[in-house]
């Protein structure tokens, strides 16, 4: 089985196990580690909306508290016959661990998938290029 299968089951195995009782729109995300590692979250949801969690991000700390921190490929699976892309906040948390070329393969529960860059899903992203240029340009002064 190769790493997109494997990647696609335990995505489908973590949306499966979803506590979406207020959307009912369970997700799935799987992130890889430039070990090969496999990482899997769920999206957990709260009365109060604010306070709920994305899939994504689910996976991102199941990744830092066994210390990884490269992340070169993610999969987020979603309901419906369309593929999903992480949302916004998501796509941020995804960028700080990420490279520029990890690629985001965004399914449908049939397997329909498309693959893009995290860079084409969130051009021109703040990061932590723009701390270190600020400090590099307060260390000069």
């Known amino acids: ?21 207020y959307s ?16 899997v979250g769920c999206n957990v949801e709260n009365a109060a909306y604010p306070n709920g969690l994305c899939a994504e991000a689910v996976a991102i700390g199941q990744m ?17 016959d369309e593929p999903i892309t992480p949302c916004g906040a998501c796509r941020q948390r995804l960028l700080e661990f ?18 893009v860059l995290l860079t084409d899903l969130l051009p021109r992203a703040f990061s932590r290029r723009q701390l270190d240029d600020l400090a590099r340009e307060n260390n000069q002064r």
């Not at 009912?24 to 990482?39: D, I």
């Open 98 to 115: 990420s490279r520029d070329d990890t690629r985001v393969h965004l399914v449908n529960i049939s397997g329909r998938k498309d693959t």
């Open 64 to 80: 830092a508290v066994a210390g990884e921190r490269r992340i070169t490929d993610v999969m987020v699976l979603g309901a419906g």
């Open 1 to 21: 089985m190769d790493v997109l299968d494997r990647m696609f089951e335990a995505a489908k195995a973590a949306r499966d196990r979803a506590y979406a009782p």
């Open 24 to 39: 009912r729109f369970p997700v799935g995300a799987v992130v890889v580690t430039e070990t090969g590692a496999l990482f």
